[in-house]
Every structure is written in structure tokens, then in C-alpha cells.
């Protein structure tokens, strides 16, 4: 049992690239969310999910756009890369009305 | 979404009890109080959840008053490997459509 993976792990991205984030749960959750966190700070939600194509914004959204194509999996994409980007970005998921999140390992991007 | 407010840092010695407090006076009716800790590097790990007075499991305790005004993490006995950041999450409950925000956490530095 995985858990939350998520891929890659590290990333370094020129400004103006794009690329896309995968996260994947076994768990059969219904939410799954996508945060980052820079240094010093706590985690700032950017969109989530509360089921199969459903998405919607969380506090700073800007820049990224998400899609929730299967129930298992979350895409987080950066269209335009910019160097504000650079950040350590989580995953989580969570049964419907439970809050014990489920958080992967994190991906560490760098956008020069 | 209710917010919540806990210390920036704490210091405490290993082998000492170590209480870290979250106010949230606008609590909602139906909100439950969760707490995550999280190792640098790593992604948050659930520890406790409660909805009133007091629950306890392997890890910690939570002690949550009458009025859900505030509750308190308690962590017995602490050891260097419980230096980590602690976060206060308040949230609702089933069948709501919400989402969950993280503030910054209480950086807790247990010392020798």
C-alpha cells in the first residue's frame, strides 16, 4: 500500500517552460488537494478536488491549472514557469468528511 | 473556514511534557480539530483529531474545553525526534464541500 506517490521528486525547470506534477493515491479517496510551501512557511493550498473531474481554486491558484481525469490520480500543471514557483509542492488526499490527510513525499522545484 | 492561532516556536528539553495551544474562536458547530506534524523535508503526518474534551492515542493527547474556543497538543515525555512543526487545523465535518487551510504551524525544538 503506496499511499500518496508523487513524481518526479526534484525538478528544475528554465522560466517560461512548462510541466505537469503527478500525484497518485491507492486509498480510494475521494479529496485530494495540492499545496506549497516555501521556506519558512507554512503550506498555502492551490486547487483541489472533491471528486473524479472536479476541481477548484484554493488560496493562490495563479499560474497553475489541475485536472482530476481519474478518481486515483491529480495533475498539477505549470504552463508558464516563473521564478515565484520555486517552492516544495505537496500532495494529499483524504476520505470524504475525514480529515486525517494523507500527504506524499513532496516534489522540490527550482525555476531559474 | 475557521481560523486558528498557535505560538511561532517553542523550545522545550527531552523528557519533559510539551503542551502547545491553538486558539480558533470562531469555531463552527460541526468543525473538528485535527493536528499535523511535519519533519523538514516530509510531508505532514496526521496525529490527532477530536471534536471535544479530551482524546488520546499512541502518540499524543488533545485536550479540547467546553466552548472549542482553543485546545492543546500534548506530547508526553518528548524526545529529539519530536522536533518538528505542529499545525491547528479546524475544519467541517461530513458532506461539506470545504477545504482546509494550514496556518504556519508552532516550530517546536526539543533540545538535549
Known amino acids: 500500500n503506496a499511499g500518496v506517490t508523487q513524481t518526479p521528486k526534484f525538478r528544475v525547470l528554465k522560466t517560461g517552460q512548462s510541466m505537469t506534477l503527478l500525484c497518485a493515491q491507492d486509498?480510494?479517496?475521494?479529496?485530494m488537494y495540492w499545496y506549497r510551501q516555501d521556506p519558512g512557511m507554512g503550506l498555502r493550498l492551490i486547487h483541489y478536488s472533491v471528486g473524479e473531474g472536479t476541481t477548484a481554486k484554493g488560496e493562490v491558484p495563479d499560474g497553475y491549472n489541475v485536472s482530476r481525469l481519474k478518481k486515483q490520480n491529480f495533475l498539477l500543471g505549470l504552463e508558464s514557469a516563473a521564478p515565484s514557483q520555486t517552492s516544495v509542492y505537496f500532495c494529499a488526499s483524504s476520505a470524504q468528511g475525514n480529515y486525517g490527510y494523507t500527504f506524499g513525499s513532496g516534489t522540490r522545484l527550482t525555476v531559474v | 473556514l475557521a481560523k486558528t492561532t498557535q505560538p511561532i516556536s517553542m523550545d522545550s528539553y527531552e523528557g519533559q511534557e510539551v503542551n502547545i495551544t491553538c486558539s480558533h474562536n470562531?469555531?463552527?458547530?460541526?468543525?473538528?480539530i485535527t493536528w499535523y506534524q511535519q519533519f523538514p523535508s516530509q510531508g505532514p503526518r496526521f496525529i490527532i483529531q477530536?471534536?471535544?474534551t479530551k482524546v488520546t492515542n499512541e502518540v499524543a493527547s488533545l485536550f479540547i474545553p467546553a466552548d472549542r474556543k482553543s485546545s492543546t497538543l500534548s506530547l508526553p515525555r518528548v524526545s529529539l525526534s519530536d522536533t518538528a512543526v505542529y499545525y491547528c487545523l479546524v475544519g467541517p465535518s461530513m458532506n461539506r464541500d470545504d477545504k482546509i487551510i494550514f496556518g504556519k504551524g508552532t516550530r517546536l525544538h526539543i533540545l538535549p
Open positions: 486509498m480510494n479517496h475521494e479529496y
Open positions: 470562531n469555531i463552527a458547530t460541526n468543525d473538528y
Open positions: 477530536g471534536y471535544k
